[in-house]
Every structure is written in C-alpha cells, then in structure tokens.
C-alpha cells in the first residue's frame, strides 16, 4: 500500500498547478501546456495509487471482519482432551460431535461425522479420530 506515493504525488500536482497560476504573462503558452501535462500526469498517479490503496483497505477490513465472527465462535467451544466442541450456553458444558483438529489448524471449525464402532471421520479433510467424545 503506497498512500505516501499516492499522497507526494497529489502534492506534486498541486504545486505545480499553484506555479501555472502564479506564472506571469510573460511565461508561453508552450511552456504552459507542458507544465499542465506535467501536474495531469501527477495528478492521475495520485488517482490510481491512492485507489489501490483504497482496494487494499477493502481487503484487510474484510479479513478482520472474518477474523472478528472467527473470535466470536470460539469463545463458545469448551476443549476436552485436547478437542473443541461447542459450549451449552447456560452450562458452560461440551455438546456434541468434537471439531476436527486437522481443519482448526487451517482456520475452518468443521464438526467430525457420525462415528462407527468408535472412530469418527471429518467430512472435509477426512481425517479419522477414535474414541472421540460425543456429548448429548
Ligand atoms: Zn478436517
């Protein structure tokens, strides 16, 4: 993100458009026009960098919502031997299936399938847990 870049630039074309008006008569239309390409090209440099800057504000904004709802789940998971599962919210105690370990690490809360014989699969990662704890 180059907001100073954005911001000399927009600088710049400004202090060369406060030249053009403080120039006397004597100054030539030639040199005018040039000075005038010259504060436009600034000018438009200031509008695309301060505009990329603009996109990644956007960016990181959304990344920080999705971290925010990320903290708000989990401060209702209660771990159990080493497991996550969701809290009961008048108990404080673990209810359900256990989330899968393997996705936690890859920031996704996904809850373990129904186990068979005590050993239970994720349905994303298809990783597999036995003897995983399932509170009712
Ligand atoms: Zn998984």
Known sequence: MDIVGGLAAA???LEIIKQLRDVDKTF???AQKAKLAEAMEAASTAKITLLEAQGEI???????????ASFAVRENLVEVDGYKYRKDAETGAPRGKAFCSACEIDGHLVQVAASIRNFSTCPKCKANYSNLNDFR
């Open 28 to 30: 030539n239309a030639a």
């Open 58 to 68: 956007r960016e990181r904004d959304e990344e920080i919502a999705k971290l925010k």
């Open 11 to 13: 600088s710049k074309a």
